[in-house]
């Protein structure tokens, strides 16, 4: 039934209102995907990247956008214009706005009931399914409430009470107990044993993935976030299109309903190293996922809610007009396809690019990295002191002074540059398709958007 608050509102705004409450289906199969950090300029790379150099279409825009509505969502913490993850997360989950670094947590103090929460009392099934870490900022605003994204102990207790029905990502370190590979931890609990105890399965790699039963399921993959796409040994560490597939197998066996939180975290990673063959390999990625949701769509039309957005813009990145060289009467030279084709060359993503010259890079180390990884690149005399001297480029770029180099130099051999290593403040788009999508459309802040979901979750045609 609609809560009473609910019915107040609608029926203040009149019988028309109410009665459209009334007939709006309610979905049943909510996806939420977050392509953190994402932006439009770089969403709009990928999109020419698959058209030019792969020949393909884009999910995204040509089917989700599309068909569908589009909107805009703000960004700003309720203590900064420009927000980090937790608290924007914390804004899409809870409709309220949240200090930078709080989980679940309104500004004022309320706890943030998340739209996960509300779904589960629903008796929907829930999903957590990240690229990043399991316990990060954003896939753990849907389900835990703390003051601090650090306190990853907080986190998985409160993982463990919750109980979502699947659990995938990163982060395995912190479930192994001290001594243990990989481990981080400096105490003897063992964190994997309890969520075991619990009746969740366990996945440590692609093949048991594929493999997993049982009535809950916990896949940790890597150790810390996992890899990009470039790094990544496909035949052991599943991509998030992967991730998905299972997922979807996994929630989707006996009707019940669910709702997944599905987040590419590599987007976000990728435009702090300023790392543009990366970035859109991660949201091809995240596309070909989306692309399964849509598949699923199509066979539940009425039923399904697909959403597709960001928590915050990272990098600014996007192609641009430059000059040739620093002299002021230089000829502009304009970005083209063939430059798309120069970010389809790039063989691995700039981190590892970065660890192959070492901490203290010598010239010679420098000069084999653009023979061996950068072909047909140039590399700029004040790019190369830089990186001798382990200068960062600029005040606003810092995450990794190498990598954000290299990013640099990408950028002067292919008109795609950045306007920072570190978050902005712009809006995000927000696609929705399927039942409820329309009120996804427009200009809205960012806590609109857990308040539609609830309202639909609260429909009186939803179960």
Same mark, same amino acid.
């Given at each position: 039934m609609l809560g009473r608050l609910?019915? !107040? %509102? =609608?029926?203040?705004?009149? &019988? /028309?209102?109410l009665a459209r409450a009334a007939q709006e289906p309610a979905p049943k199969y909510i996806f939420i995907f977050l392509a953190d950090g994402g932006g439009v300029g770089g969403m709009e790379?990928?999109?020419?990247? @698959?058209?030019?150099? +792969?020949?393909?279409?884009?999910?995204? /825009?040509d089917k989700i956008m599309r068909e569908g509505s589009l909107g805009l969502l703000t960004t700003q913490a309720a203590d900064s214009l420009t927000?980090?993850?937790?608290? %924007?997360?914390? %804004?899409?989950? $809870?409709? *309220?706005?949240? @200090?930078?670094?709080?989980? $679940?947590? *309104?500004?004022?103090?309320?706890?943030?009931?998340?739209?996960?929460?509300?779904?589960?009392?629903? $008796?929907?099934?829930? !999903?957590?399914?990240?690229?990043?870490?399991?316990y990060d900022a954003s896939p753990a605003a849907f389900v835990? +409430?703390?003051?601090?994204?650090?306190?990853f102990e907080a986190i998985l207790d409160q993982y463990l009470r919750a109980a979502p029905d699947l659990i995938l990502g990163g982060g395995r370190e912190q479930f192994l107990p001290a001594g243990r590979p990989e481990s981080v931890r400096k105490d003897g609990k063992d964190r994997l044993a309890e969520f075991t105890a619990r009746g969740y399965a366990y996945a440590s790699d692609k093949t048991s993935l594929t493999k997993a039963s049982g009535a809950k399921l916990l896949g940790l993959f890597t150790p810390g976030e996992m890899s990009f796409d470039l790094d990544r040994d496909a035949d052991t560490e599943p991509s998030l299109f992967e991730m998905t597939r299972a997922a979807i197998r996994f929630l989707g066996r006996d009707g019940r309903g669910f709702m997944a939180f599905i987040e590419n975290e590599n987007t976000d990673t990728a435009g702090h190293l300023t790392d543009v063959a990366s970035m859109v390999h991660a949201y091809r990625d995240f596309d070909r996922a989306v692309a399964l949701?849509?598949?699923?769509?199509?066979? +539940?039309?009425?039923? /399904? #809610?697909?959403?597709?957005t960001s928590d915050h813009d990272s990098g600014g990145v996007g192609f641009t007009l430059a000059l040739e060289d #620093?002299?002021?009467?230089?000829?502009?030279?304009?970005? @083209?396809?063939?430059?798309?084709?120069?970010?389809?060359?790039? &063989?691995?993503? =700039?981190?590892?690019?970065?660890a192959m010259l070492g901490p203290r890079p010598t010239a010679e180390a420098v000069d084999r990295v653009m023979r061996d990884v950068f072909k047909g690149f140039t590399l700029a005399p004040d790019l190369k002191k830089m990186l001798l001297a382990g200068q960062p480029p600029a005040r606003n770029f810092y995450t990794d002074p190498a990598a954000n180099v290299l990013g640099m130099m990408v950028a002067n051999n292919t008109q795609v540059y950045w306007s920072s290593g570190g978050h902005t403040h712009q809006p995000v788009f927000v696609a929705a398709l399927g039942a409820g999508a329309e009120r996804f459309r427009g200009y809205q802040d960012n806590t609109d958007f857990a308040k539609h979901l609830f309202a639909l979750l609260d429909n009186p045609n939803s179960k």
């Open positions: 609910t019915i !107040a %509102a =609608l029926a203040l705004a009149g &019988p /028309t209102a790379i990928a999109r020419s990247f @698959n058209r030019v150099v +792969h020949r393909e279409g884009f999910t995204i /825009t927000t980090d993850s937790a608290a %924007a997360a914390t %804004a899409l989950s $809870g409709g *309220c706005k949240a @200090n930078i670094g709080a989980l $679940g947590i *309104c500004a004022d103090g309320r706890i943030a009931k998340s739209v996960m929460e509300r779904a589960r009392e629903k $008796g929907l099934r829930a !999903a957590l399914v990240t690229t990043s870490t399991v835990s +409430h703390v003051s601090s994204r650090k306190d949701a849509y598949e699923f769509y199509l066979s +539940h039309r009425r039923e /399904t #809610l697909i959403l597709v #620093l002299r002021i009467d230089s000829k502009r030279v304009s970005a @083209n396809e063939e430059d798309l084709k120069k970010i389809a060359a790039i &063989p691995i993503s =700039l981190r590892k690019a970065a």
